[in-house]
């Protein structure tokens, strides 16, 4: 599997050693040099984060009321424009022009930093993301390594958002959210490494340039060699554990608001809210993102150009997430703590070495 994998570099959608999107510009602008590296990863960084932004207006604001009211037989936002698209605006409107409030005895450097952290470490983590052919920032050769670095970096941001507020449920939010990101995230690594095993690189452009190749090919149809299909036990534990990871029921733990009013955020409104609310639904991009690529083939798909299709199985792993918010309960975090290390660590464990002995034997 090893050896096929590298073998088909040449021919995936996303090619090992492949131009990058500021190899892409640089050609595009007719420059050269580092200053010509540094100007277009400035520019492409912003196209980036702009199609992200725009993902989010549309997907956090909009979309997820018309997900939750399809679920729960509502009617959800219909009214300011067409089909409601106008409550983005709205919505934008009406929290940015709300007053800031500081609460009394917060420690300002740490609070007002804790949200830009959330945000920084979401973004950070898409400029090795291959999204088609060419459209990524940067293809270093640990990618995998560098995009959980990244991801991870949020866990700092919770918990100076949690202690920084003066408040007790604030607090409570943070030190729930270090716990169950303790918990989660050494599965979802683990469970990460049993694809790097098949794929035989950390290399983000090489793990779905190993998925290129047909599985099994019944007639004129084929099944691609998409991890998802070659280890769907990991394929499960990775969208289980990646659920906690951006706090989606049952693991919305941290903010849980019928128990601690709404966890790390409780103290912040107006633009730290909107920074707060930001960072999480990029985070949930990025798990679909990592998902997209390691799973399901990055941009690979028929007919419709790669992006097209990068997006597709990034937007199905958000309406998974939102689907999940509107039908599971909630846990208690004993029993997510539970979950965590006595149930998926241990499963984790079990792929890791399945996967290693599989591979090692078919090698």
């Known amino acids: ?124 983590g898409f400029a090795v993301i291959p999204m088609g052919s060419g459209i990524h920032l940067a293809d270093p050769e640990a990618g995998l390594v560098y995009v959980f670095a990244t991801a991870s970096i949020a866990s700092v941001g919770l918990v100076m958002a949690g202690y920084s507020s003066n408040n007790k449920y604030a607090l409570l939010g943070g030190l729930r959210a270090v716990a169950q990101n303790l918990a989660y995230e050494i599965p979802l690594i683990l469970t990460a490494a049993s694809v790097v095993i098949f794929a035989g690189s950390l290399r983000m452009s090489e793990i779905v340039a190993a998925q290129a190749e047909p599985l099994i090919a019944l007639g004129p149809v084929a099944i691609p060699a998409w991890y998802a299909f070659v280890n769907p036990f990991a394929f499960i534990l990775f969208m289980a554990a990646n659920l906690a990871e951006v706090g989606r029921n049952p693991f ?70 939102q689907w999940m918010r509107s039908a599971i309960p909630r846990v208690r975090i004993d029993q997510l703590i539970e979950i965590g290390w006595k149930g998926m660590l241990v499963l984790s464990f079990a792929n890791l070495i399945l996967t290693a002995v599989i591979v090692g034997v078919i090698a």
Request: charged letters at 10%; a negative charge; glycine letters at 12%.
């Open 1 to 124: 599997m090893v050896q096929s994998g590298n073998a088909t570099n040449a021919t995936a959608g996303t090619t090992a050693g492949g131009p990058t999107l500021t190899e892409t510009i640089n050609g595009l602008l007719g420059i050269s040099g580092p200053g010509a590296d540094f100007l277009s990863g400035v520019i492409g960084g912003g196209l980036i984060v702009t199609f992200l932004l725009t993902l989010v207006a549309v997907s956090g604001i909009w979309g997820k009321r018309k997900i939750t009211a399809a679920f729960t037989d509502r009617i959800a936002v219909n009214r300011v424009g067409p089909f409601g698209l106008l409550i983005i605006v709205a919505d934008a409107v009406r929290l940015l022009s709300k007053e800031l409030i500081i609460p009394e005895g917060v420690d300002r450097p740490a609070w007002d930093i804790a949200p830009i952290v959330m945000v920084f470490s979401a973004l950070a």
């Open 252 to 321: 919305d733990i941290p903010e849980a608001p019928t128990e601690i009013v709404a966890g790390w955020q409780t103290e912040y409104s107006s633009v730290y809210f909107v920074l707060g609310y930001l960072s999480e639904f990029l985070h949930i991009f990025l798990g679909g993102a990592i998902i997209a690529t390691i799973f399901l083939g990055g941009p690979a798909g028929p007919v419709l150009p790669g992006f097209l299709w990068f997006v597709i199985k990034m937007m199905a792993v958000f309406l998974f997430t």
